[in-house]
């Protein structure tokens, strides 16, 4: 099973990114998605969540009104758009497909987001 996150960069105080979590290997609609934030520190923060479809969402006070968590799929793939970013948004961006059903979860190698003018 594989998580590859894509989409990461530099960008200005105030610009958007889109990042993407392509799955393979597992049954995507089983795995409930996730996106967490790491820190040079190594501390993690879950900035967003979906559910097995697109009807159930949560995010961290920090990501809301700004980003937007989906999934599509059809293509096993989910997303996090992310706008108005802050110099506080710059981490290391993983994407998290968790079964509680199935005990069973998968982590992606992740993709950096740098906010800086």
């Known amino acids: 099973a594989h998580i590859v996150e894509s989409g990461g960069g530099l960008v200005q105080p105030g610009g958007s990114l889109r990042l993407s979590c392509l799955a393979s290997?597992?049954?995507?609609?089983?795995?409930?998605i996730s996106w967490y934030r790491e820190i040079p520190t190594g501390e993690r923060e879950m900035v967003a969540r979906v559910g097995k479809t697109n009807s159930s969402t949560r995010y961290s006070d920090s990501a809301k009104e700004r980003f937007t968590i989906s999934r599509d799929n059809a293509k096993n793939t989910a997303y996090l758009q992310m706008t108005n970013l802050k110099p506080a948004d710059t981490a290391l961006y993983l994407c998290?497909?968790?079964?509680?059903?199935?005990?069973?979860?998968?982590w992606g190698q992740g993709t950096q987001v740098t906010v800086s003018s």
């Open positions: 290997g597992f049954t995507f609609t089983d795995y409930v």
């Open positions: 998290y497909a968790s079964s509680g059903f199935l005990s069973t979860e998968y």
